[in-house]
């Protein structure tokens, strides 16, 4: 069930679980995806982000990304992560993704406030999500979203006043905060500040996110979503999973292609059911907690599909 993020991460807040979001550049990821939060029961996002784009174009990954969501018996948000223009992100709302980051976290804070608070509105009028970020998420060399590794990432760290402030003005529905946290694969272990997790997620009331997901820690994530945290990204770890489980498959040459995708398919998903169980988030599907009146007007609408 196609739903936005709000749908699937307010229940969370509350019950002290994460949901994770999985980017998906190619139907073998989405597969992956949707098989594990199925077999488990839990709600799930999944989508791509704008520098992902050059491997799966946006138009092109909305075409199975947005169907998929809908089939899934379980709840899930197709989300646009990272989006860096104003443009993408409207292009996302317009191919019908339910939920939006936009970030412009690099920018002054006045005109990342002005710049979000825009396309709050504009996600808004779609019925779609939208996520901000404050403060800065670095990118651990050769990681996904670019090469530009902070030497001392503290520079960045969210501060907890201008938190509160960053949500009253721009209406975001989750916030991802800069904590220690890194994308892509980190060469050291990373050194969350747990402690400014706990205290943003008492000054805002908005979901907290956490990216840069893979690499850390089991005790990481558990104390980082005891502390507040509602969405942890990953995107690395299931990204190496399908291809080491493609190097396996591959032990001569006499096969093609069609004998690499069920490895691939089967490996993501069983990296994605390993994090869904850390973060808390099997068995959540509870369709008490999502807007009855969508749920009828989806079932109405896919009967009167199929007639």
């Given at each position: 069930m196609l739903v936005n993020m709000n749908d699937v991460l307010k229940p969370a807040q509350k019950g002290k679980y994460a949901v994770g979001?999985?980017?998906?550049?190619?139907?073998?990821?989405?597969?992956?995806?949707?098989?594990?939060?199925?077999?488990?029961?839990s709600p799930v996002i999944m989508g791509t982000a704008e520098v992902l784009l050059p491997y799966g174009p946006l138009e092109e990954v909305s075409y199975y990304l947005i169907p998929m969501a809908k089939k899934a018996n379980v709840p899930v948000v197709v989300h646009l992560d990272h989006g860096l223009k104003k443009e993408t992100c409207i292009k996302a709302l317009e191919l019908g993704f339910t939920s939006i980051m936009y970030d412009c976290s690099t920018d002054p804070y006045e005109v990342n406030v002005e710049k979000v608070k825009e396309m709050a509105e504009i996600a808004h009028s779609y019925g779609a999500t939208i996520e901000g970020e404050l403060g800065h998420v670095g990118d651990n060399e050769g990681s996904a979203e670019g090469s530009s590794h902070l030497a001392d990432p503290s520079k960045y760290f969210t501060d907890p006043k201008l938190a509160k402030d960053f949500v009253e003005k721009t209406k975001v529905d989750a916030l991802a905060i800069a904590v220690g946290n890194a994308h892509g694969a980190y060469k050291l272990p990373p050194k969350l500040d747990f402690k400014r997790i706990e205290t943003i997620a008492h000054t805002v009331d908005v979901p907290l996110v956490l990216h840069g997901g893979s690499g850390l820690t089991d005790d990481d994530f558990k104390k980082a979503i005891e502390k507040g945290i509602s969405k942890v990204n990953i995107f690395t770890d299931i990204n190496v999973a399908a291809v080491k489980a493609q190097f396996s498959a591959f032990d001569s040459m006499d096969k093609g292609i069609i004998d690499l995708i069920p490895a691939a398919v089967e490996a993501i998903k069983l990296e994605v059911i390993k994090k869904l169980e850390l973060f808390g988030s099997v068995g959540k599907v509870a369709y008490s907690n999502y807007d009855v009146d969508k749920i009828v007007k989806a079932v109405v609408q896919e009967l009167l599909k199929r007639q």
């Open positions: 979001l999985f980017n998906a550049v190619n139907l073998e990821l989405a597969r992956g995806i949707i098989a594990a939060a199925e077999k488990t029961h």
